[in-house]
């Protein structure tokens, strides 16, 4: 029989790493929670229609890495390859948009991407994101930028880097639209790569192969085609970046892969990974919300890549040994299998009242019993056998100073405090 294994690409946790995983992605939610975000949980396969429209079909995210099929009723389905467009379908299909502004929100959980996989990059992945709707105004988009620069600190992370630019108003970008059209005019180039930049010329700056690159670096930037108010707009978000010292690089050659941007943009790049260095990416999104059938809302938001983040936090060290540990802290040990039965009832107890433990189970010598409390990395450790069942005593070891103390077993919630 043909051995099974998990689709080609995918990224899987378990334990201990699952842990650190676990860590990271709870330390950047907080980091949003903090700053006024509320959970948004959303389907993980959508109308296809609503990422051609939203993402963009000049993308690569569209144009070659959907997960799409056919569901049983003959519907084009697809499998959310990132979080933004799922958002703006659900606050304009659940009229969200008629509430207080801003609407401020997170999401988490698995995105897909048919890509060639590699180390960091998989075809099913973790973001954590964060979208605020409805205020255009270069102070939330410092807000956006602050939350992920606070979560990336507070992991420890600091061999990261700060990329932004700002793709303009629609104004600035009809009038540098025309010139990078015409320059891309000039340029000898194949059939595939004129359709893509027809649909949208940007999208040059971002291909890969050397001869493009090298053609594209006299193309005209936008950054030098910005409207008054994006200039400003764009110099307000600089200075608050700077007295809030969050260090940042202004990079005109940005362009990030989905084609709903305009205005502040940015990049958070790692610099201990290799080729797959990017941590986390967003940006503002004008006229998002009206291209998928709402109201003429602004928003800007961010995705951080929770896969990549872990292996940053792992080359750089931040980890704390301690961490690699269960969330138990009581083990029990029934001496003999005559015990076990009250050592199991004693458990259903402590748990109901909300104590984490476990215990030994299985008919293991008292030898094999004390290797497996000292692996679950519990705090404490008891063993019960017939003499602490009849006088209701027992001995509470330290694991880690190896130190006992007699606690009556009617009293051992009192020594933990409750989850
Ligand atoms: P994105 O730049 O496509 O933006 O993805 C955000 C992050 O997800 C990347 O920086 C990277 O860390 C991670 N990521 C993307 N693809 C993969 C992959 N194949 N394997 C591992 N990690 C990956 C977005 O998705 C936008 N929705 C962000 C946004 C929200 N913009 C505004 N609001």
Known sequence: MRELQAPKGVSEYFPPRSQYFEFVRETL????????????????????????????????????????????????????????????????????DKLTLPIKVWYSGAYFRAERPQAGRYRQFYQVGIEAIGLNDPEIDFEVIAVADRAFKKLGLKAYRLDITSLGDAKSRASHRKD???????????EATLQRAALNPLRLFDDKRPEIQSAMLKAPLL??????????????????????EIAFTINPRMVRGLDYYTGTTFEFVSEKLGAQSGIGGGGRYDGLMAELGGSDLSGIGFGLGVDRILMACEAEGVFDSSLNKSEIDLF???LTSEEKAYVSNLLNDLRN??????????????????????????????????DEIKSGIVALKDMKSGESKEVRIGALSNEFTTN
């Open 29 to 96: 939610i907080n980091s949003a929670k903090i700053s006024g975000y509320q959970l948004m949980e959303l389907p993980v396969f959508e109308d296809t229609e609503l990422f051609k429209r939203g993402v963009g079909e000049s993308t690569d995210v569209v144009s070659k890495e959907m997960y799409t099929f056919e569901d049983r009723g003959g519907r084009s389905i697809t499998l959310r390859p990132e979080g933004t467009a799922g958002v703006m379908r659900s606050v304009i299909e659940h009229n969200l």
């Open 223 to 244: 950054l030098d085609y910005l409207s008054e108010e994006s200039k400003a707009s764009f110099a307000r978000v600089q200075e608050l970046l700077n007295s809030a």
């Open 332 to 334: 029990l040990i029934a």
């Open 353 to 386: 009242n909300g104590i984490s433990c476990d215990m030994g189970y299985g008919d293991r010598a008292l030898k094999g019993a004390m290797k497996s409390a000292d692996k679950s990395g519990a705090r404490f450790s008891a063993v019960i056998g017939s």
């Open 180 to 190: 990078l059209v015409a320059y891309i005019a000039t340029l000898d180039l194949d």
